[in-house]
């Protein structure tokens, strides 16, 4: 839209001031449109690594909890003298 809009600036339109700072303005929204695409991607991005290190922390505990069961299951009965 900015673009036909340049385009008819260029072919000096009656209104090309009114264009201009129409233009100016969808170059502007855009500009802030494209940077809040950029946050919410850089924030998911910091979403995903936080969960695949939660799923890391979670597998690792699993994975120590099973030794643990295993230990208490095996683990012989030795009486204690005194």
Same mark, same amino acid.
């Given at each position: 839209?900015?673009?036909?809009? &340049?385009?008819?600036?260029?072919?000096?339109?009656?209104?090309?001031?009114?264009?201009?700072?129409?233009?100016? &303005?969808?170059?502007?929204?855009?500009? &802030?449109?494209?940077?809040?695409?950029?946050?919410? &991607?850089?924030?998911?991005?910091?979403?995903?690594?936080?969960?695949?290190?939660?799923?890391?922390?979670?597998?690792?505990?699993?994975?120590?909890?099973?030794?643990?069961?295993?230990?208490?299951?095996?683990?012989?009965?030795?009486?204690?003298?005194?």
């Amino acid at each position: 839209m900015a673009e036909k809009g &340049e385009q008819m600036v260029a072919d000096n339109h009656y209104a090309k001031e009114f264009i201009t700072s129409k233009c100016k &303005e969808l170059y502007s929204m855009k500009d &802030e449109f494209e940077n809040k695409i950029k946050q919410r &991607e850089d924030h998911l991005k910091k979403a995903m690594d936080i969960h695949e290190s939660l799923e890391q922390v979670q597998f690792g505990t699993l994975i120590v909890l099973s030794h643990v069961n295993i230990f208490l299951k095996h683990r012989v009965h030795v009486p204690m003298s005194f």
